[in-house]
């Protein structure tokens, strides 16, 4: 079965400074990977995916993200966070289309809270 | 704006009781999923539909159920709520089943079983 992980409850920065958010995921086949953000009180919102291609991946709001299938990863970065970059991460993943039915919509991550300070 | 429209934003029930929640999708988008947030089980799946038509199952309760109706709204009935259901449950939605398809998510209706 697919799955996704996201080691960090928690990631504190400095504004100003870089930022990585980390996921690593499992899944058979080649894997179509994204990154949500959720604020407060708000649904989750789209921010960049995978699908093929180039590595590195640019999304919404300067996000960035970095696929390695050998490590089978998929870090957010940013190369300088803003407080209004404080929220909660989620990365998720969703399995190629040869898949049985119960597992096609997305899975997701446990999330990852971001923290950036001024 | 997502422009997926859930209503109520809040629901507090008894335990035993049956509740409707709803769903508009974006306008547009043929397919509709159901996800339950809670803080013990993080972002669980419930159910996809794809323009009336069931197309994928995840953790969803046998005491859950939900459809998808012609104008391409759904709701999602959950009932003999139990207070484990209390929960954030977010209706998102996306132009095809296709995979590259992000989904857009709505701000989510807030359940809370007393």
């Known amino acids: ?118 | 704006d997502s422009g997926v429209t859930q209503t109520p934003k809040h629901l507090i029930t008894a335990t035993g009781q049956r509740v409707t929640l709803r769903c508009s999708p974006r306008s547009g988008d043929l397919s509709v999923y159901w996800y339950q947030q809670s803080l013990d089980q993080g972002l669980q799946f419930l159910i996809q539909y794809y323009n009336g038509e069931e197309r994928a199952k995840g953790n969803i309760l046998e005491r859950f159920s939900a459809q998808q109706f012609p104008d391409l709204h759904s709701e999602l009935n959950l009932s003999s709520l139990e207070l484990g259901d209390s929960a954030l449950y977010f209706c998102a939605s996306s132009p095809s089943s296709s995979y590259n398809s992000p989904l857009h998510f709505g701000n989510g209706t807030r359940l809370t079983v007393t």
């Open chain 1, 1 to 118: 079965a697919q799955s996704v992980a996201q080691p960090e409850d928690q990631v504190n920065v400095a504004e100003g400074n870089p930022l990585t958010v980390k996921c690593t995921y499992s899944v058979s086949g080649n894997p179509y990977l994204f990154w949500y953000v959720q604020y407060p009180n708000r649904g989750l919102q789209f921010l960049l995916k995978y699908i093929t291609g180039d590595n590195l991946v640019k999304g919404s709001y300067g996000f960035e993200a970095e696929f390695n299938k050998s490590q089978t990863s998929f870090h957010l970065k940013k190369p300088s966070a803003l407080v209004s970059d404080s929220a909660l991460y989620f990365c998720a993943v969703r399995g190629p289309r040869y898949v049985d039915t119960g597992r096609r919509a997305l899975t997701f991550g446990s999330g990852t809270r971001l923290q950036v300070q001024p």
